[in-house]
């Protein structure tokens, strides 16, 4: 699996509150959510953002509550893939159960900033940086991982597992 995308960068610390405020909670409609989608840091993202764009941020990215609101809110979005220095762990888990790609890579993020085109392939574990033209080199995902991004969340990974057996 291959994304390609222009990078909208955020800084260390960015919580799940300011992801997805919880006055937009009451909600489970995920257009909508995507609607207001980082507002409260960010209030020209929403017009920005394009299908297939990438998140980069710093450290402990998706700290907060352990609502699975916020990747939803970002993957609905259009972002495809989130590359961070590090991640909250309930972030991390919600964001492969819902097929959104994350990285972690302290040396992309520290090279990629706001504006730049990048290109992943997961399978191979590189990340491009187009502007720049250099590569950094991830573990990729372990295949059952590529899988469930690819089926778009662990629900629909199953839903097809199962049909197979």
Same mark, same amino acid.
């Given at each position: 699996?291959k994304?390609?995308?222009?990078v909208h960068?955020?800084n260390?610390?960015v919580?799940?509150?300011? %992801?997805i405020? @919880?006055?937009?909670?009451?909600?489970s409609?995920?257009?909508e959510?995507? &609607?207001?989608c980082?507002?409260d840091? #960010?209030n020209?993202f929403?017009?920005?953002?394009?299908?297939?764009?990438?998140m980069?941020?710093g450290?402990n990215?998706?700290?907060?509550?352990s609502?699975?609101?916020?990747?939803?809110?970002?993957?609905?979005s259009?972002?495809?893939?989130?590359?961070?220095k590090?991640?909250?762990?309930i972030?991390y888990?919600?964001?492969i159960? %819902?097929?959104? @790609?994350?990285i972690e890579?302290?040396?992309?993020?520290?090279a990629?900033? &706001?504006g730049d085109e990048v290109?992943i #392939?997961?399978e191979k574990?590189i990340?491009t940086n187009?502007?720049?033209?250099?590569s950094?080199?991830?573990?990729?995902?372990?295949?059952f991982?590529?899988e469930?991004?690819?089926?778009?969340g662990y629900?629909?990974?199953i839903s097809k597992?199962?049909?197979?057996?």
């Amino acid at each position: 699996m291959k994304v390609q995308g222009v990078v909208h960068k955020y800084n260390d610390n960015v919580d799940t509150d300011v %992801i997805i405020p @919880a006055r937009y909670l009451n909600t489970s409609d995920h257009k909508e959510l995507a &609607s207001h989608c980082m507002e409260d840091i #960010d209030n020209e993202f929403v017009s920005k953002v394009k299908d297939g764009d990438i998140m980069v941020g710093g450290w402990n990215f998706g700290c907060g509550s352990s609502r699975e609101h916020a990747p939803i809110a970002i993957k609905a979005s259009g972002i495809h893939c989130i590359i961070a220095k590090s991640f909250a762990r309930i972030f991390y888990r919600n964001a492969i159960n %819902i097929g959104l @790609a994350i990285i972690e890579s302290k040396e992309a993020v520290e090279a990629i900033e &706001s504006g730049d085109e990048v290109s992943i #392939d997961f399978e191979k574990g590189i990340i491009t940086n187009l502007r720049t033209n250099q590569s950094f080199n991830t573990p990729p995902f372990p295949p059952f991982i590529q899988e469930i991004i690819n089926a778009n969340g662990y629900l629909n990974w199953i839903s097809k597992r199962e049909n197979k057996i």
